[in-house]
């Protein structure tokens, strides 16, 4: 354990599962890629954790910045053998990218679909087209981006989980897990959620938590500074 008075760091809390945080929620947004499968496969933990969140009284949501709507994810979680159990609903940056269109004439303004700038699959990164669309504000252009860490897929969840439950949705009682500090914890963050970082995703190797491995604390806590910390982190998602 590194001495957080002489490094000056401090790492989030360590949580054992999502059983310690779960009953404080009406509402869980939960990232799929990274969190729920790694592109190849599903975690079964993660699965069985969010069915018992909900067997607890949340609702969950998966939140992902997938450019296509969330009929397709849906058929992609059934093949990777994720129980349809696991979930409520899904909201996709595909479906904020279908809305923006419908609103917009043909132009030069670039609307991403997908705001990550990777995105894991099995052990591997791959580019995602947040990253093409830096490079077109780079050369000057103007970008919209429809996913995490943005406000128009958090207001498409939030729409879709009150219709979900006829009994409303708390204020302080939404919480965001995800494996991208970026995208999902500064997203959160931003919308004024809480949020659970998973540390086996896109930030795996930095972390030395490739594999579901506990991650280093001075990586972690470097990982956070100067950012909001999450309510806690765990390798993975786990009941």
Not at 130 to 135: K, N
Not at 165 to 170: A, D, H, N, S
């Amino acid at each position: 354990m590194v001495d957080e008075v002489k490094t000056g760091l401090v790492a989030p809390r360590r949580v054992s599962g999502l059983s310690e945080l779960a009953l404080e929620y009406d509402l869980i947004l939960c990232d799929i890629w990274g969190v729920v499968h790694n592109g190849l496969k599903a975690f079964p933990a993660a699965c069985e954790a969010l069915r018992l969140a909900r067997v607890n009284g949340a609702s969950v949501v998966l939140v992902s910045n997938a450019p296509r709507p969330n009929g397709f994810i849906a058929t992609m979680l059934d093949r990777l053998a994720v129980p349809a159990g696991t979930y409520d609903a899904i909201v996709t940056s595909g479906d904020v990218t279908r809305t923006l269109l419908r609103l917009r004439d043909r132009g030069l303004t670039f609307i991403c679909a997908n705001p990550d700038i990777v995105v894991e699959r099995g052990s591997k990164l791959v580019y995602c087209a947040g990253a093409i669309a830096q490079e077109y504000e780079k050369l000057g252009g103007t970008a919209i981006y429809c996913g995490k860490p943005h406000k128009p897929v958090y207001d498409m969840a939030l729409s879709t989980a009150r219709a979900l439950r006829p009994e409303g949705i708390r204020d302080g009682r939404v919480l965001c897990i995800g494996d991208a500090l970026r995208t999902d914890i500064i997203g959160a963050t931003a919308a004024g959620f809480d949020s659970l970082f998973i540390a086996s995703g896109i930030h795996a190797e930095e972390l030395n938590a490739l594999e579901g491995a506990e991650p280093d604390h001075a990586a972690l806590a470097n990982l956070f500074s100067g950012h909001a910390h999450p309510r806690g982190v765990m390798p993975r998602l786990a009941w």
